[in-house]
């Protein structure tokens, strides 16, 4: 029954007692009560007593009875309670509340009387024993002579024949035998134990029954080499003791419990080879039995060994019984019966044949090196297995029974694993280990427990188990930490106390699924077995994890922070430290800074908490220790690490593997913003400021600049929209459908690992990934070059403006507009009519692109701008077109989701270059 319906069946009780109504007599005020108490007990937990409060009262009840001058009570009371200490009984505070509650005036009605009452009768030692009753048994008492002590002084005086009466006569002896010495009965002589009851004729008779002991004889003359026949039954009686394990004289007994038959025996009617061989036949069967006998009762400490002695002893002792009524048939026959050897081995074949099997795999276990504890169970295993195949159901069952009951020894480390989260100490037959020393929380599920592996990488479990191992594993795992988050109670109070049976009967039940094959029944029953308490522990974790624990919103916080899911909160963050870098502030990189940054950007965001965010820098590589290098790659991005701090019940299935691949994301997400941002915020310049400029470098400039910028957009928008947002939706989804806490922490491992690889950070893609890079640092050499040209034609027309406005004052002319302006006013007023002339009315932070020109070099600092331009395009193309082909061809090569979403992106890129017509140019 179980618990709902046993609460149920005391709640009608109780109501009906207190309510003195029931379902028959007021069914509609019943079932409201009912339902009411019902509803109160289910959903209140009630605390256990308070031992304080009980020992309180005890104290205070016993200084009652001392001072009411009841010091017999107040003892009474004081030795029991000391008894029940020592038993150390696990209620014993509500037990004692009880009684302290049903008690009633104990001053006044206790009788310590009724205490006797208590005590276990003494057992009674029967009459004792009397001289008289000596005497009347044995009449040699009665001789005076039998009291006299020797006298082994030679010159003895004091008795004619040496002896001295010690006693006085027998009437002067005591009732009873107290006062008699022990010692007087090692001075009677052995002959006087003598009882001469043997009749001689059934001694003889005896002897003559014993016809091994008899040598035949001819003329009086014993022949030692001639046979000694025996009757039929005589062999019987010799066979059924040595299948006994008695010795015998038509068998003998060699070392390592080798039966053989003796050849001085023969049958009267049969010849001596037929009777050999009919006895080697039954040797052999004798030798088998008497091994597993031996192999039985040997000493074994694990008791998986000796569960498996107890059912070989529980069979031999059925053979046992059966020899005894086949020997009680021949001895006390109540019916006509026919002797013969041949149908006793027929009848007793049945009986044999699976011990004889058992004592193979005995005999097997013995010769294996090394043999594990379970071994024994995989070949009761195969054996069911095997016999079930060829059709032998006797067989079948036989093994099947044995494999059925050793199991159950072997179930219980796994149901304790499985419903408590422990482990018996010291149990090196259990697949599941324990590590040792002190493990962080956060490792609690992957490195605490461990699955026991042999030296070949095979698991420390029978085979029939393997399949179900890792469930096994797993469900243990979910209840350690459960009781780490103080949930076990409450998975004590939901699990189910049904608990499917695990017997032969039950499992394979030969007569309805007799057909059936004998692994898929088991498979399937261990398998409901396994659930049982599978079930509950993986759901209930994986609801606390998800409702207490906060595993969504973490999953929230990972993409606003590591895929910017909040584009406008991201600008923020990235722009400041972009601007920091086109301005060469060493503080781009200040961990400090970056810090603060960060959890003032991204901690307005609901689901991220400020406190747990980090950021940490890498050390620079040696050539970008400058600013001035920094600025000109987005590669040296890679050194900012954005740390968020989670949960230790997290990171179960968050693992710091999976982060560091957040961070690789994160990083890429980085340097593709880092190039569109320097790409789109140089506003279009008047044509006052590019009026040197000619119209092909304007077309060139603005053509390859539109370009990356469809570059980049597409890139982000490709990893944005194709790649993390659906794959991030459907690990949510995949996550809530799953129970099992590996699976979780396999789908995320997964999705990582795709979105890895979709990303185009996989270790197939290193050479594509470090194009792209390169593709990404076009953007900023060529916004540098646009810079530097700019610079230069704003100072050959400042230079030019001079020399004209020098010769118009020699000529004596008057020039107004330019009177009184300096060179950096025109230049203020020039970036200033730059500003105003812009059609973005959002307010940026504006970067004074003008220092670039001193910092600008590269391998092409001596050419001209059209041709650097040129060379940049020439790059840009030639780049663009690896990345497309070589995706394609890496995505016909695989196969999977990668190949799709790279095959698209290869797509994308040829066709965008295609329609700009940037493929021939």
């Known amino acids: 029954m179980t618990h709902i319906v046993r609460l149920g069946a005391l709640t009608d009780e109780l109501v009906t007692l207190l309510t003195s109504t029931s379902s028959k007599s007021d069914p509609e005020r019943f079932n409201l009560h009912r339902e009411s108490a019902l509803r109160a007990l289910r959903h209140h937990n009630f605390p256990r007593t308070n031992q304080f409060d009980v020992t309180s009262q005890l104290d205070g009840l016993d200084e009652k009875f001392r001072v009411l001058n009841e010091d017999p009570l107040a003892e009474a009371l004081k030795e029991r309670l000391d008894t029940l200490s020592k038993l150390e009984v696990k209620w014993a505070p509500e037990i004692l509340h009880l009684i302290l509650e049903l008690s009633d005036r104990p001053v006044e009605k206790a009788k310590l009387e009724n205490l006797d009452f208590l005590k276990e009768p003494e057992p009674d030692p029967g009459p004792s024993l009397k001289w008289k009753d000596l005497i009347a048994e044995d009449p040699l008492l009665r001789d005076k002579s039998i009291w006299r002590n020797v006298d082994f002084g030679a010159e003895s005086s004091d008795g004619e024949d040496g002896f001295e009466d010690s006693r006085s006569e027998l009437s002067g002896l005591t009732d009873t035998t107290a006062q008699s010495s022990v010692g007087e009965e090692h001075n009677r002589?052995?002959?006087?134990?003598?009882?001469?009851?043997i009749n001689k004729e059934d001694l003889d008779q005896l002897r003559d029954a014993q016809f091994w002991q008899k040598i035949p004889t001819v003329d009086g003359i014993k022949l030692e080499t001639v046979k000694t026949t025996l009757t039929e039954l005589q062999a019987i009686r010799e066979i059924l003791f040595m299948l006994l394990g008695l010795p015998t004289s038509l068998f003998d007994i060699l070392r390592e419990n080798l039966v053989v038959p003796n050849r001085k025996y023969c049958l009267k009617h049969a010849s001596p080879d037929a009777f050999f061989k009919l006895g080697r036949s039954f040797s052999e069967q004798g030798t088998a039995i008497i091994h597993l006998r031996s192999w039985a009762k040997r000493s074994q400490s694990i008791p998986l060994v000796q569960v498996l002695q107890c059912s070989i002893l529980c069979r031999t002792e059925r053979l046992d019984a059966r020899i005894s009524e086949i020997q009680q048939r021949f001895v006390d026959p109540t019916e006509d019966i026919v002797v013969s050897l041949l149908g006793v081995q027929a009848e007793i074949s049945s009986q044999l044949r699976p011990l004889i099997r058992l004592s193979e795999m005995t005999k097997k276990l013995d010769e294996e090196r090394y043999p594990h504890a379970f071994r024994y169970l995989e070949m009761l295993y195969d054996e069911a297995c095997t016999s079930q195949l060829a059709g032998d159901d006797e067989m079948y069952s036989f093994m099947g029974l044995i494999f059925f009951e050793c199991f159950q020894i072997y179930l219980r480390p796994i149901r304790k694993w499985m419903e408590d989260g422990e482990l018996t100490k010291g149990d090196k037959v259990f697949f599941v280990l324990e590590g040792s020393g002190d493990i962080d929380p956060a490792s609690l599920w992957q490195s605490r427990f461990k699955i026991r592996k042999t030296q070949d990488g095979i698991l420390h479990a029978p085979k029939f188990l393997h399949a179900a191992a890792g469930k096994i594993f797993?469900?243990?795992?979910?209840?350690?930490?459960?009781?780490?988050?103080?949930?076990?109670?409450?998975?004590?109070?939901a699990r189910s106390d049904f608990e499917p049976t695990l017997d032969f009967d039950s499992v394979c039940n030969p007569v309805a699924l007799g057909f059936a094959p004998f692994p898929e029944l088991f498979d399937y029953a261990f398998a409901t077995w396994v659930e049982s308490k599978h079930h509950y522990a993986s759901s209930m974790l994986q609801k606390v994890l998800f409702d207490s624990c906060g595993l969504q919103r973490a999953l929230d916080g990972l993409s606003h922070l590591y895929y910017m899911a909040d584009g406008t909160t991201a600008s923020v963050f990235t722009n400041s430290i972009f601007d920091k870098l086109d301005t060469l502030d060493l503080s781009w990189n200040d961990r400090f800074t970056l810090t603060e940054s960060a959890q003032s950007t991204f901690g307005s965001i609901?689901?991220?908490?400020?406190?747990?965010?980090?950021?940490?820098?890498?050390?620079?590589?040696?050539?970008?220790?400058?600013?001035?290098?920094?600025?000109?790659?987005?590669?040296?991005?890679?050194?900012?690490?954005?740390?968020?701090?989670?949960?230790?019940?997290?990171?179960?299935?968050?693992?710091?593997?999976?982060?560091?691949?957040?961070?690789?994301?994160?990083?890429?997400?980085?340097q593709i913003r880092r190039s569109t941002h320097i790409l789109s915020r140089q506003r279009l310049v008047t044509h006052e400021l590019t009026n040197t400029s000619s119209t092909d470098e304007r077309a060139l400039y603005y053509s390859l600049r539109t370009r990356l910028l469809w570059f980049t957009q597409m890139l982000y928008y490709y990893l944005t929209s194709l790649v993390l947002e659906p794959s991030t939706r459907k690990m949510r989804e995949n996550l809530r459908a799953t129970e099992a806490v590996d699976t979780m922490v396999e789908v995320h491992s997964a999705y990582i690992k795709i979105t890895m690889d979709q990303a185009l950070l996989g270790s197939k893609l290193k050479l594509i990934q470090k194009t792209i890079l390169k593709i990404l640092d076009l953007g900023i050499k060529l916004e540098d070059a646009q810079a530097t040209n700019a610079a230069a034609n704003k100072e050959a027309l400042e230079k030019q403006q001079e020399m004209m406005d020098l010769s118009?004052?020699?000529?004596?002319?008057?020039?107004?507009?330019?009177?009184?302006?300096?060179?950096?006013?025109?230049?203020?007023?020039?970036?200033?009519?730059?500003?105003?002339?812009?059609?973005?009315e959002e307010q940026n932070i504006d970067v004074d692109l003008s220092i670039l020109s001193s910092t600008y070099d590269d391998e092409q600092g001596d050419l001209l701008y059209v041709e650097k331009l040129r060379n940049l395009k020439t790059d840009f193309d030639r780049w663009v077109r690896f990345v497309a082909s070589g995706l394609r061809g890496v995505a016909r090569a695989g196969g999977g989701e990668e190949a799709k979403s790279w095959d698209t992106l290869g797509e994308m890129l040829e066709n965008g270059l295609d329609a700009g017509g940037m493929g021939h140019r």
């Open 808 to 840: 118009m004052a020699s000529l004596g002319l008057h020039t107004p507009q330019r009177k009184g302006r300096s060179r950096s006013q025109s230049k203020k007023e020039a970036q200033e009519e730059a500003e105003s002339s812009s059609d973005d």
């Open 189 to 197: 002589l052995p002959e006087e134990y003598i009882v001469d009851t």
């Open 606 to 670: 609901s689901s991220i908490s400020s406190d747990q965010l980090r950021i940490s820098v890498l050390a620079l590589p040696r050539k970008y220790q400058d600013v001035v290098k920094c600025r000109r790659t987005v590669k040296v991005l890679s050194i900012l690490q954005l740390n968020y701090h989670l949960s230790w019940p997290i990171q179960i299935i968050l693992t710091p593997e999976t982060i560091s691949s957040y961070k690789r994301i994160f990083a890429f997400l980085l």
């Open 474 to 493: 797993t469900t243990g795992k979910s209840v350690v930490v459960l009781k780490q988050l103080n949930q076990f109670d409450l998975l004590q109070s």
